[in-house]
T-cell receptor, first 115, second 113 residues
Framework: EAGVAQSPRYKIIEKRQSVAFWCNPI?????LYWYQQILGQGPKLLIQ????????DSQLPKDRFSAERLKGVDSTLKIQPAKLEDSAVYLC?????????????FGEGSRLTVL | GDSVTQMEGPVTLSEEAFLTINCTYT??????LFWYVQYPGEGLQLLLK?????DKGSNKGFEATYRKETTSFHLEKGSVQVSDSAVYFC????????????FGTGTRLLVSP
């Protein structure tokens, strides 16, 4: 079974530029998550989708971050314009649905460096 | 809000040593508790979990017991191997939330031969 796919794995941009990350979850997983992991910190949830609807985006900086999951499958996270403090690893995860089993399946992450 | 506190690393051990990584939590209600592991070059993966007080989660020789009275979920292994070198994250899930995980900062374990 294929895992969660993310791209690109690495991205270096200058501040005020834009960047987009792509995620393809495990087939059949209805719930998709984007987490931000800053060096030395634990992952922090940015946004959670159930199919193509947003369940939680309370910690998404909406003035610069946006995310979509138009067909309820793959998803894109965009940052525009980027700031230095956005340097982090962006993790995508998926799960079967909204049950409290806690088993999320994570991709390898996309590492962003903002100069 | 809900939070998880882990011991800082790195934890450096010799092979076959006993491992403990401390984890305490703050939450309203009764969360489910998890340990995730991140091996070098790989994504986070679930190691073990416990969903109610006094439950013991176990996997690959690792164990953790949900202690409601001390709000703790310490990870233990009796004899570590070099292959256990990784970053370990403690996490909780609000039972009223939609499987949203709150993670600790992670503890890096380095095991030498």
């Amino acid at each position: 079974e294929a895992g969660v796919a993310q791209s690109p794995r690495y991205k270096i941009i200058e501040k005020r530029q834009s960047v987009a990350f792509w995620c393809n979850p495990i087939s059949g997983h209805a719930t998709l998550y984007w987490y931000q992991q800053i060096l030395g910190q634990g992952p922090k949830l940015l946004i959670q989708f159930q199919n193509n609807g947003v369940v939680d985006d309370s910690q998404l900086p909406k003035d610069r971050f946006s995310a979509e999951r138009l067909k309820g499958v793959d998803s894109t996270l965009k940052i525009q314009p980027a700031k230095l403090e956005d340097s982090a690893v962006y993790l995508c995860a998926s799960s079967f649905g909204l049950t409290n089993t806690g088993e999320l399946f994570f991709g390898e992450g996309s590492r962003l460096t903002v100069l | 809000g809900d939070s998880v506190t882990q011991m800082e690393g790195p934890v450096t051990l010799s092979e076959e040593a006993f491992l403990t990584i401390n984890c305490t939590y703050t939450a309203t209600g009764y969360p489910s508790l998890f340990w995730y592991v991140q091996y070098p070059g790989e994504g986070l993966q679930l190691l073990l979990k416990a969903t109610k007080a006094d439950d013991k989660g176990s996997n690959k020789g690792f164990e953790a017991t949900y202690r409601k009275e001390t709000t703790s979920f310490h990870l233990e292994k009796g004899s570590v191997q070099v292959s256990d070198s990784a970053v370990y994250f403690c996490a909780l899930s609000d039972p009223g939330g939609f499987q949203k995980l709150v993670f600790g900062t992670g503890t890096r374990l380095l095991v030498s031969p």
